[in-house]
């Protein structure tokens, strides 16, 4: 079983980067597909962004294509989300996320492990 822990979260003004990293626990996180998701207060858990177990194929939602980028070091058991061009928009609770095998989806419930989130704060 994968273990999640998210980090990089902050305050930044519109405009300006962040790089967000999930740091995995377990033998077996080589083998599952990684996706970060986002959540607004009052709003559903949306899909950002979501990388293939060897890390050649990803996928973007609509709002973040362009501006962000998914990738992942199995060697270090680490995935980031670079976050360029930051929106007020953007401002969520931002969740990385497993599930062993191939299948992208980007749907919440696909996947089965979770992280505990962090805070990303874009100011206008």
């Known amino acids: 079983q994968v273990q999640l822990v998210e980090s990089g979260g902050g305050l930044v003004q519109a405009g300006g980067s962040l790089r967000l990293s999930c740091a995995a626990s377990?033998?077996?996180?080589?083998?599952?597909?990684m996706a970060w998701f986002r959540q607004a207060p009052g709003k559903e858990r949306e899909f950002v962004a979501n990388?293939?177990?060897?890390?050649?194929?990803?996928y973007y939602g609509d709002s973040v294509k362009g501006r962000f980028t998914i990738s992942r070091d199995n060697a270090k058991n680490t995935g980031n989300l670079q976050m360029n061009s930051l929106k007020p928009e953007d401002t969520a609770i931002y969740y990385c996320a497993t599930r062993p095998g191939a299948l992208q989806r980007t749907t919440p419930a696909f996947y089965d492990t979770w992280g505990q989130g962090t805070q990303v704060t874009v100011s206008s």
């Open positions: 990388i293939s177990p060897s890390g050649v194929s990803t």
């Open positions: 377990g033998r077996t996180f080589s083998s599952t597909v």
